[in-house]
């Protein structure tokens, strides 16, 4: 007889007749290949002589009295192999649709307590399956999560199937096999007893191993500059995280293995899991889209990860450990959506690695399971939904399977499925497993939580083309020849930073161009009226939205719609800002249609690069004293941009000189000043007979002032106010022409 743990014992204090807590799978096999033909009665002997091979499979669970001690496994003395094989056959038509809502039907049945906590089905009549020989054979695996996890592997199918058709020759148990004797209540309250005598003795201990544990970690954490943890991310409140049903819906995708493995090949570093959460994350990015409920942040997932080798793999067992991964459903480009998984995933396993995962195990040891089952149970009646606490969206789990043929009483598998159980707040799970060349996605929801579940097999295929067809351009995208439509590169000598007088002056003239944006008002108001499109307007380094208020306002009185970039101060350049800019231009674009950004210093630069990714989305782009070119140079600020942003800065696409110096491929108008104290001037003069669609027009004005200076404020009001179909450059007329040159 053996104690669970804590881990295992809390998926039983977690299940409940909505939420059953055990594992599924099903394998289909085609009888006809057995050389010495295939009978329920062979496959029943096959099995009978293996089950030796997995003590769980005669254990039964034993309760302590009043729940005071974690639960027992004992070999069950009145185990009966018949009641645990079921053999029945597939309604008509017998097609793929009935044998999926059978499946259904059956996992979602919760297992019977009182025995050993496994069930296999053999279900036959598999008559009009696509892709099935006509007498295939389906077998479905239930198998409680609390004995799967660590000890049994794979279940019964890990004992059951066999690497050649001929099964291995396995003798039958003997019938006076040992069994444990289940103790009395009397004896389970002296075992709760003397375990909570000695805790004390073993948290020492524990004390001692978590210290040791957070000084390496800390140590880790600072050599290897790893910035925040995984777990810092915050999974968005979405409609997957409410309260489950007893229903499910359950939905199947198989791709070639190959394909996979090709995007994985044209990615270097990258992973076949790497891949899959990939595909899973745009896909629940398309689904959420389609249902209207796509949020800002990017959704979380958890999904096991590799992070244990060598002398901790075999202290203790375990290979696998349930890290936070961000989606990145935030981002619409595949292949940035990509990287940003990629990145997460890296961060989980180093973070993981740094601090042990099983010091909360090992803590929850010393918990009264009493009050964990209680408190559990009372949280799962009384804390609504919306109460939860989110530490993911949902769970992906990637299994490998075998790609070479196994047998089943010489019974060839031809498929393979899984499926996991589904909690409340924790949204759908995504099982993926791969056989023979091919790569299942075996997705598990409640229809209260995920509507329309069938739908979400499109998504895997529509995202699955996507990165294909990414991965297919990167390879063979050749440089675009120059024409008027597309912008060539930016060419500049070396430029240095303005004058530390200019510099000094920033803070004196500011408050001078303040006022004159109220006195000019009455010559602003004869600027040309806008057609109502929206205007975005993005802050510049350590600026917010309060710093382009005026702007706005001003462009609101010229019959424009304005709106800010809504990510409080800007700090320089985030996976988040960026994923969140990219949300909130496509909700404008989605509401008003093309949208024109003016974005000032820093935020001209993220206006460009918005332009770049989505043309389609950008009418007009205004820059306010944004660089464009030599950016290492070209700023008396870049010191304080290094300091706050850290080491990393370089590989940020703000600070990229090669990036930066390719203006956007709409009509893009640089505004500069000859006394910019901030930004030197040459590197935001663009040369419009190069890029035929780009402009520089100069003002007099600080760089701090450029968003309510009424010089940069009349010339804003001119450029928005071109048709967006026939564009033409800034002209100076009339009076104008003491006040602004164009280049």
């Given at each position: 007889m053996r104690q669970l743990s804590t881990t295992e014992a809390s998926f039983l204090v977690a299940a409940s007749p909505k939420t059953p807590m055990h594992m599924s799978g099903m394998i289909i096999v085609d009888p006809s290949t057995a050389p010495d033909g295939f009978s329920y009665e062979s496959a029943r002997k096959v099995i009978e002589s293996r089950l030796s091979l997995l003590k769980t499979s005669r254990e039964r669970l034993v309760t302590v009295p009043f729940e005071l001690d974690l639960p027992y496994m004992a070999m069950d003395p009145e185990f009966d192999l018949d009641y645990h094989l079921r053999y029945i056959p597939l309604p008509k038509p017998g097609d793929w649709e009935q044998l999926l809502a059978l499946y259904n039907r059956l996992v979602r049945r919760p297992l019977d307590l009182n025995r050993p906590l496994w069930e296999l089905y053999f279900v036959k009549d598999l008559d009009n399956v696509a892709?099935?020989?006509?007498?295939?054979?389906?077998?479905?695996?239930?198998?409680?999560?609390?004995i799967v996890d660590r000890r049994s592997g794979g279940g019964i199918f890990s004992v059951i199937f066999d690497l050649q058709p001929e099964a291995a020759k396995t003798p039958l148990e003997k019938e006076s096999r040992e069994v444990d004797k289940i103790p009395s209540e009397l004896e389970l309250l002296a075992r709760s007893y003397l375990s909570l005598i000695f805790q004390p003795f073993k948290l020492t201990r524990l004390f001692t191993g978590t210290a040791q544990s957070f000084f390496r970690a800390g140590a880790k954490l600072v050599i290897d500059q790893m910035g925040l943890p995984p777990f810092s991310y915050s999974a968005p409140k979405i409609l997957f995280n409410?309260?489950?049903?007893?229903?499910r819906n359950i939905s199947v995708k198989t791709f070639s293995l190959d394909t996979i493995k090709n995007i994985k090949k044209a990615i270097p570093g990258s992973t076949v899991n790497d891949v899959v959460l990939a595909i899973c994350g745009g896909a629940m990015r398309r689904y959420l889209m389609k249902q209207g409920e796509l949020p800002r942040k990017p959704l979380i997932a958890t999904a096991p990860i590799s992070i244990w080798s060598g002398e901790k793999k075999r202290k203790t067992g375990r290979q696998l450990a349930g890290a936070l991964v961000s989606l990145a459903t935030n981002l619409n480009d595949p292949m940035g959506r990509f990287d940003a998984i990629f990145k997460s995933i890296r961060e989980s396993k180093a973070y993981h690695k740094?601090?042990?995962?099983?010091?909360?195990?090992?803590?929850?040891?010393?918990i009264p399971f009493a009050i964990t089952t209680l408190a559990s149970r009372v949280t799962a009646q009384t804390v609504p939904a919306s109460r939860f606490a989110f530490r993911s969206n949902l769970m992906i789990a990637n299994v490998p399977g075998p790609q070479v043929p196994i047998y089943f009483a010489g019974a060839k598998a031809l498929f393979t499925i899984g499926s996991s159980p589904i909690m409340d707040g924790n949204g759908p799970v995504i099982n993926v497993q791969s056989y023979l060349g091919k790569m299942t996605f075996c997705t598990t929801s409640c229809p209260d939580t995920m509507p329309n579940a069938k739908t979400f097999p499109d998504s895997l295929q529509e995202e699955l083309d996507a990165l294909l067809a990414a991965v297919a351009g990167s390879r063979t995208r050749k440089p675009a020849k120059p024409t008027e439509t597309i912008c060539k590169p930016v060419h500049m000598a070396v430029v240095k930073p303005p004058s530390k007088t200019l510099l000094m002056l920033e803070f004196a003239r500011t408050p001078w161009e303040m006022g004159a944006h109220y006195f000019a008002r009455p010559v602003l108001s004869l600027a040309p009226k806008g057609d109502g499109h929206m205007v975005m307007a993005i802050p510049g380094f350590l600026a917010n939205d309060l710093t382009t208020k005026a702007m706005r306002m001003y462009l609101n009185r010229c019959g424009y719609k304005t709106s800010g970039w809504k990510q409080g101060t800007n700090y320089g350049y985030s996976d988040?800002?960026?994923?969140?800019?990219?949300?909130?231009?496509?909700?404008?674009?989605?509401?008003?249609?093309?949208?024109?950004l003016v974005g000032q210093s820093l935020g001209g630069v993220y206006a460009c690069e918005l332009a770049r990714m989505y043309p389609h989305m950008v009418r007009f782009v205004i820059t306010l004293g944004s660089p464009y070119a030599d950016i290492e140079n070209a700023s008396n600020v870049m010191w304080l941009y290094k300091r706050i942003n850290g080491a990393d800065h370089g590989k940020r696409f703000d600070y990229q000189p090669q990036r930066c110096q390719i203006p956007p491929p709409v009509p893009t108008t640089s505004i500069y000043s000859?006394?910019?104290?901030i930004i030197t001037w040459r590197s935001s003069d663009l040369d419009k007979h190069n890029n035929r669609q780009c402009e520089s027009v100069e003002i007099l004005g600080s760089h701090i002032g450029m968003s309510f200076n009424p010089h940069s404020l009349w010339v804003v009001a001119n450029r928005l106010a071109q048709p967006e179909d026939d564009w033409q450059p800034f002209e100076p007329t009339g009076r104008e022409k003491y006040f602004y040159r164009n280049r």
């Amino acid at each position: 007889m053996r104690q669970l743990s804590t881990t295992e014992a809390s998926f039983l204090v977690a299940a409940s007749p909505k939420t059953p807590m055990h594992m599924s799978g099903m394998i289909i096999v085609d009888p006809s290949t057995a050389p010495d033909g295939f009978s329920y009665e062979s496959a029943r002997k096959v099995i009978e002589s293996r089950l030796s091979l997995l003590k769980t499979s005669r254990e039964r669970l034993v309760t302590v009295p009043f729940e005071l001690d974690l639960p027992y496994m004992a070999m069950d003395p009145e185990f009966d192999l018949d009641y645990h094989l079921r053999y029945i056959p597939l309604p008509k038509p017998g097609d793929w649709e009935q044998l999926l809502a059978l499946y259904n039907r059956l996992v979602r049945r919760p297992l019977d307590l009182n025995r050993p906590l496994w069930e296999l089905y053999f279900v036959k009549d598999l008559d009009n399956v696509a892709d099935v020989p006509k007498g295939s054979l389906a077998i479905i695996q239930k198998i409680h999560h609390s004995i799967v996890d660590r000890r049994s592997g794979g279940g019964i199918f890990s004992v059951i199937f066999d690497l050649q058709p001929e099964a291995a020759k396995t003798p039958l148990e003997k019938e006076s096999r040992e069994v444990d004797k289940i103790p009395s209540e009397l004896e389970l309250l002296a075992r709760s007893y003397l375990s909570l005598i000695f805790q004390p003795f073993k948290l020492t201990r524990l004390f001692t191993g978590t210290a040791q544990s957070f000084f390496r970690a800390g140590a880790k954490l600072v050599i290897d500059q790893m910035g925040l943890p995984p777990f810092s991310y915050s999974a968005p409140k979405i409609l997957f995280n409410g309260r489950v049903c007893r229903n499910r819906n359950i939905s199947v995708k198989t791709f070639s293995l190959d394909t996979i493995k090709n995007i994985k090949k044209a990615i270097p570093g990258s992973t076949v899991n790497d891949v899959v959460l990939a595909i899973c994350g745009g896909a629940m990015r398309r689904y959420l889209m389609k249902q209207g409920e796509l949020p800002r942040k990017p959704l979380i997932a958890t999904a096991p990860i590799s992070i244990w080798s060598g002398e901790k793999k075999r202290k203790t067992g375990r290979q696998l450990a349930g890290a936070l991964v961000s989606l990145a459903t935030n981002l619409n480009d595949p292949m940035g959506r990509f990287d940003a998984i990629f990145k997460s995933i890296r961060e989980s396993k180093a973070y993981h690695k740094a601090i042990d995962a099983d010091l909360l195990t090992d803590y929850n040891q010393y918990i009264p399971f009493a009050i964990t089952t209680l408190a559990s149970r009372v949280t799962a009646q009384t804390v609504p939904a919306s109460r939860f606490a989110f530490r993911s969206n949902l769970m992906i789990a990637n299994v490998p399977g075998p790609q070479v043929p196994i047998y089943f009483a010489g019974a060839k598998a031809l498929f393979t499925i899984g499926s996991s159980p589904i909690m409340d707040g924790n949204g759908p799970v995504i099982n993926v497993q791969s056989y023979l060349g091919k790569m299942t996605f075996c997705t598990t929801s409640c229809p209260d939580t995920m509507p329309n579940a069938k739908t979400f097999p499109d998504s895997l295929q529509e995202e699955l083309d996507a990165l294909l067809a990414a991965v297919a351009g990167s390879r063979t995208r050749k440089p675009a020849k120059p024409t008027e439509t597309i912008c060539k590169p930016v060419h500049m000598a070396v430029v240095k930073p303005p004058s530390k007088t200019l510099l000094m002056l920033e803070f004196a003239r500011t408050p001078w161009e303040m006022g004159a944006h109220y006195f000019a008002r009455p010559v602003l108001s004869l600027a040309p009226k806008g057609d109502g499109h929206m205007v975005m307007a993005i802050p510049g380094f350590l600026a917010n939205d309060l710093t382009t208020k005026a702007m706005r306002m001003y462009l609101n009185r010229c019959g424009y719609k304005t709106s800010g970039w809504k990510q409080g101060t800007n700090y320089g350049y985030s996976d988040e800002i960026g994923g969140n800019l990219v949300w909130w231009v496509s909700k404008l674009f989605e509401k008003h249609g093309k949208i024109s950004l003016v974005g000032q210093s820093l935020g001209g630069v993220y206006a460009c690069e918005l332009a770049r990714m989505y043309p389609h989305m950008v009418r007009f782009v205004i820059t306010l004293g944004s660089p464009y070119a030599d950016i290492e140079n070209a700023s008396n600020v870049m010191w304080l941009y290094k300091r706050i942003n850290g080491a990393d800065h370089g590989k940020r696409f703000d600070y990229q000189p090669q990036r930066c110096q390719i203006p956007p491929p709409v009509p893009t108008t640089s505004i500069y000043s000859k006394t910019d104290g901030i930004i030197t001037w040459r590197s935001s003069d663009l040369d419009k007979h190069n890029n035929r669609q780009c402009e520089s027009v100069e003002i007099l004005g600080s760089h701090i002032g450029m968003s309510f200076n009424p010089h940069s404020l009349w010339v804003v009001a001119n450029r928005l106010a071109q048709p967006e179909d026939d564009w033409q450059p800034f002209e100076p007329t009339g009076r104008e022409k003491y006040f602004y040159r164009n280049r």
